[in-house]
C-alpha cells in the first residue's frame, strides 16, 4: 500500500475521532473525561491491529508499542494527544498520533521490523483545557509531574485525583507512567502547523526547529459589586473596567515587542448579572516567544500594568503564574535525518519555529526530541475550520516513514549521543 492509501486512513479516522466529545455539534475531549475515554478505546484497537501491544498509563496516556527486532535493542517515541480545545478541529494532536500509528501500520504490514522498538503515546493532555495545567499526560512520562497539581479542581469542583482516579488511572502512582532515559532514543512528534508559513511556501511538510515557551497566568482584579443602577460612576470598582484596560495593555505589549504574542483567552465576571457591577474578574492570560528572557521581561512589564490599573481603580490584585515552560531546542541530528526524509521525498527541506506548545516540550525534559509539520489550510487552528489535505497527510506519513528507516541505518547509539 501507498503513503496515499494509509493516508485515507488517517482522514477517516480523524473523522471518527471528532464524534468522541462532550458535546454533540462540537468536538470538545478534555482530559479523563467519557470523550477522551471513547477516543483511546477507538486508537487502541488500531494500535492492536497495526501489531501492537496496548496499555494505558496510570496518568491515562494510551501507550502503544510495535516490538524491535531484538529483544534488547532500544525504544524510540512517537506520538502526541488525543484531548482537545473546546470547539476543536480534528487534527490537532489526533494527526500526529494516527500518522505515527500509520508508520507502524505499514512496518507491520511489510513484516518489518526495525532495530529500536517504537512507542506510540496518546498522550491524555496537551491541552490544559480541564484543570488548566498543560502537558498533563507527557509530564508524567517526563518524570516532571508536578503533584501540587492533583488538587486543583475543575468547573464542576471534581479535583485531578479525582478525575484520574474516575479515567481508570492511580494518582497516588504517577511515576510508574515516568521513563527513564537510559533505554530511549528519543521523541518525534508529527503536529498540523497550526500556522500559515508553510502554506506561504506551498510546502507541505516542515522540519521544527525550536518550540517557543510559555507562561499561563491566572489574573484576578477585585472591587465591589453594587447596584447598577444606584452607584455613580465615580464612585464605582469595578473589576470588569479594570481587566478591560488590562487586555488592552496585553495587546499593546505584544504589539510593541517583536516576535512576543500574548493572549487572555478567557474571562469571568462575577456575580454576572446586567444590573450588577462586577466586583470580581478573573481572567487567563497566555504569553509566548522563542526566547526565555524577553518571554520573562514582558510578564514582569504586564504585572507592573496589571498593578498600576488596579491602584487607579482602588482595586486588589491577584496574579498567579498557572504555568510556565522554557522554550525548546529540537535535537539537531533528529531534526536533520527528519530534513533528509523530507528532502528524499523530493520536498524543499523547510525548517521552522513552532508559536505553539506540543508534548515534545514536556519530553524535551526527558529525551532529544523533533517534530514535523504538516500544512494547515489557511493557518486557522484551535478552531472547528482547521484542515489538512490527504496529500498532504501521505507527505507527512511518507516523511516519518523515510526517517524511521534513516535512523535504522544509523547506528542508535550514535543518535544517543547527540
Ligand atoms: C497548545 O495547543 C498550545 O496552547 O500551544
Ligand atoms: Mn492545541
Ligand atoms: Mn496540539
Not at 501507550?63 to 484531548?83: E, F, K, M, Q
Not at 532529544?368 to 500544512?375: G, H, S, T
Request: net charge negative; proline share 5%; charged share 15%.
Amino acid at each position: 500500500m501507498q503513503s496515499d492509501t494509509y493516508a485515507e486512513v488517517v482522514m477517516q479516522r480523524c473523522d471518527a475521532l471528532a464524534s468522541c466529545t462532550e458535546e454533540p455539534s462540537r468536538i470538545t475531549r478534555p482530559f479523563a473525561t467519557p470523550a477522551m475515554a471513547c477516543a483511546n478505546a477507538l486508537v487502541a484497537g488500531w494500535m492492536r491491529d497495526a501489531g501492537m501491544t496496548v496499555h494505558q498509563d496510570t496518568i491515562g496516556n494510551l501507550v502503544g508499542r510495535y516490538a524491535a527486532a531484538t529483544p534488547s535493542a532500544p525504544t524510540l517515541l512517537l506520538g502526541s494527544h488525543l484531548d482537545s480545545v473546546r470547539d476543536a478541529g480534528r487534527y490537532d494532536g489526533p494527526l500526529g498520533v494516527l500518522a505515527a500509528l500509520a508508520c507502524v501500520q505499514q512496518l507491520h504490514d511489510s513484516g518489518t521490523r526495525l532495530p529500536f522498538a517504537l512507542e506510540l503515546y496518546a498522550f491524555a493532555d496537551e491541552e490544559g483545557v480541564r484543570f488548566h495545567s498543560t502537558y498533563l499526560g507527557s509530564s508524567a512520562v517526563a518524570g516532571r509531574f508536578a503533584p501540587a497539581t492533583l488538587e486543583r479542581t475543575d468547573a464542576d469542583g471534581m479535583s485531578m485525583a479525582a478525575a484520574i482516579r474516575a479515567f481508570g488511572g492511580d494518582p497516588m502512582r504517577l511515576a510508574e507512567a515516568a521513563r527513564t532515559p537510559d533505554d530511549l532514543l528519543g521523541y518525534v512528534e508529527l503536529h498540523i502547523e497550526q500556522g500559515p508559513v508553510l502554506e506561504a511556501l506551498d510546502l507541505p511538510v516542515g522540519v521544527v526547529t525550536a518550540i517557543a515557551g510559555q507562561s499561563r497566568i491566572a489574573v484576578t482584579f477585585q472591587g465591589m459589586a453594587g447596584h447598577a443602577g444606584t452607584v455613580p460612576m465615580q464612585l464605582r470598582r469595578d473589576a470588569l473596567c479594570a481587566a478591560a484596560e488590562f487586555v488592552l495593555a496585553v495587546e499593546a505589549q505584544a504589539r510593541s515587542t517583536a516576535g512576543l504574542v500574548a493572549t487572555v483567552g478567557q474571562i469571568n465576571a462575577e456575580p454576572g448579572a446586567s444590573n450588577v457591577i462586577p466586583g470580581i474578574v478573573t481572567l487567563l492570560l497566555d504569553v509566548r516567544h522563542q526566547d526565555d528572557a524577553t518571554c520573562l521581561t514582558a510578564c514582569q512589564a504586564l504585572r507592573s500594568s496589571a498593578e498600576q490599573i488596579a491602584q487607579a481603580r482602588q482595586l486588589t490584585l491577584g496574579w498567579e503564574l498557572v504555568q510556565a515552560s522554557a522554550a525548546v531546542q529540537c535535537n539537531m541530528r533528529l531534526a536533520e535525518l527528519l530534513a533528509q526524509a523530507v528532502e528524499a521525498g523530493g520536498i524543499r527541506a523547510h525548517r521552522l519555529p513552532s508559536g505553539a506548545g506540543h508534548d515534545a516540550v514536556a519530553l524535551a525534559a526527558l529525551v532529544p526530541v523533533a517534530m514535523l509539520f504538516v500544512r494547515c489550510a489557511g493557518g486557522i487552528s484551535h478552531n472547528p475550520a482547521e484542515a489538512v489535505t490527504q496529500a498532504d497527510v501521505a507527505a507527512g506519513i511518507m516523511v516519518l516513514g523515510r526517517f524511521l528507516h534513516l535512523l535504522a541505518a544509523a547506528r542508535p547509539t550514535d543518535t544517543k549521543s547527540v
